[in-house]
């Protein structure tokens, strides 16, 4: 996938320069004053991690590996940056797990291995008003799909596919097999799931443009995740 292949149908190359943004993805210190806690004794997809470093992400899925372990699904350029990571569960802060792998550039994804028992990590993720959504299934993105997604920082908004087998030119170099819906997203939001009903589809790794003007966004697949790692989702 660090390879640069020519441009087949529905595959589209963002530069640097488009992709201005980047330099904002990770969010410093302290969550906005808008940012939801997790539920007491829960962190689900949606709910912000606070990396050791200082920087903030939004939890994209629950999954399960052997042995039954539990694992959070974060971006590559998250999971690079922290090795500890923290929630806010139950109105405090608590330590929750260490980055156990990640991949980015060339892809754009990692896992956080949860091990703080205290703590409950659902198979749900945040959706309308943060209220839960059951996610039992994976399924791959396709144009014209009608999908969701939870940031941390602007919310829930829904839209459509747009494109697949996208190639995006991050400053850290080139990453592929993303795709692309026309859905707004906000800096902070990256790693928020995106859904289609009850189906896990992806993970936010970028966007262009804001939820004021309009935007785009991109994701890394999840089912590429889930098979790179041996999880399955909670």
């Not at 109105?91 to 991949?103: H, K, L, Y």
């Not at 747009?162 to 097999?177: I, R």
């Not at 799931?193 to 785009?216: E, H, K, L, M, R």
Request: proline share 6%; with cysteine.
């Amino acid at each position: 996938m660090s390879r640069r292949r020519t441009a087949p149908p529905l595959r589209t190359f963002a530069t640097a320069a488009v992709l201005a943004l980047l330099g904002a993805l990770l969010t410093v210190l302290a969550p906005p004053a808008s940012a939801q806690a997790a539920a007491a004794g829960e962190l689900r997809g949606g709910d912000a991690l606070y990396g050791s470093a200082g920087y903030s992400c939004t939890l994209g899925f629950n999954a399960v590996g052997g042995g039954d372990t539990s694992y959070g699904i974060i971006p590559g350029h998250c999971a690079d940056v922290g090795t500890s990571w923290f929630a806010d569960v139950g109105g405090s802060r608590v330590n929750v797990g260490t980055t156990s792998g990640s991949s980015f550039p060339s892809n754009d994804y990692g896992v956080v291995r949860y091990s703080n028992t205290s703590v409950s990590y659902p198979g749900e993720v945040k959706g309308s008003g943060g209220a839960p959504v059951d996610i039992t299934g994976a399924v791959d993105p396709s144009p014209g799909m009608a999908l969701c997604h939870y940031g941390r920082v602007s919310g829930y908004h829904c839209g459509t596919v747009q494109a697949v087998n996208v190639t995006v030119n991050f400053p850290e170099g080139v990453v592929s097999g993303l795709f692309r819906s026309n859905i707004c997203s906000e800096p902070g939001d990256n790693g928020g799931p995106a859904f289609s009903g009850g189906n896990a589809v992806g993970i936010i790794i970028g966007s262009t443009g804001n939820c004021t003007t309009g935007g785009v966004t991109y994701y890394q697949p999840i089912k590429e995740i889930l098979a790179v790692y041996g999880l399955t989702l909670s």
